[in-house]
Structures are given as structure tokens and as C-alpha cells.
Nanobody
Framework: QVQLVESGGGLVQPGGSLRLSCAASGIAFSAYGMSWYRQAPGKERELVAAITSTGGSTTYADSVKDRFTISRDNPKKTAYLQMNSLKPEDTAVYYC???????????WGQGTEVTVSS
């Protein structure tokens, strides 16, 4: 059974930091590219950051460049999203997504809520 479990969300003040984790089980983690998406109330889900299976390449949405960092630890089967200089507009439910490189196979986590507010 495939499971992606996000953690690390919560309430933080503007300018603060959070680190999200996505722990995977039931998949050959090192074969999957990992992404973080977010969905704010009333908005569509959007891609925040992505990392290749080896961690050799990353991409970011323009809105989070230079503030967020995606990383992964393949032996621990975990992906991370370090979020710094958080803004109220970063408030959303954050989801991790695992996609098998070269195949149309993907899995979603259940999401973790991030609220940026004073």
C-alpha cells in the first residue's frame, strides 16, 4: 500500500519559517520524482517545487524562488520543503506528489495546512 504522509504544517507569523516533510512508504522512493503543490481556499492547486529522483535538479514557482528549498533523503524515503520568509499569500494546504519517472504513475499525500498570519 502506497502512503505519502506530510507533516510540519501549522500557524506561523509573516517572515517566519516552516519545514514540511513527506514520508513515503510502499514505493521505490529513489525512482520517483517528488513535488510539492499547494491549494489556497478558492484557488486551483498549483505546483510549488519539484525535484528529480536523484535530487540533481530542482524547479520552483516564481512566487517561491529564493524563499523555498525542496530536498530529499532517499535512504529515509522522505522529501522536504524548507519555507523561509513566509508571506500571508503562502497560506494553503500543501500536498506532496510522487511520480514514477518515465511512467504515468503518481501518488498524492493527504496534505498539511500552512497558515501565515499575525
Amino acid at each position: 500500500q502506497v502512503q505519502l504522509v506530510e507533516s510540519g504544517g501549522g500557524l506561523v507569523q509573516p517572515g517566519g519559517s516552516l519545514r514540511l516533510s513527506c514520508a513515503a512508504s510502499g514505493i521505490a522512493f529513489s525512482a520517483y520524482g517528488m513535488s510539492w503543490y499547494r491549494q489556497a481556499p478558492g484557488k486551483e492547486r498549483e505546483l510549488v517545487a519539484a525535484i528529480t529522483s536523484t535530487g540533481g535538479s530542482t524547479t520552483y514557482a516564481d512566487s517561491v524562488k529564493d524563499r523555498f528549498t525542496i530536498s530529499r533523503d532517499n535512504p529515509k524515503k522522505t522529501a522536504y520543503l524548507q519555507m523561509n520568509s513566509l508571506k500571508p499569500e503562502d497560506t494553503a494546504v500543501y500536498y506532496c506528489y510522487a511520480v514514477l519517472m518515465g511512467a504515468d504513475v503518481g501518488y498524492w499525500g493527504q496534505g498539511t495546512e500552512v497558515t501565515v498570519s499575525s
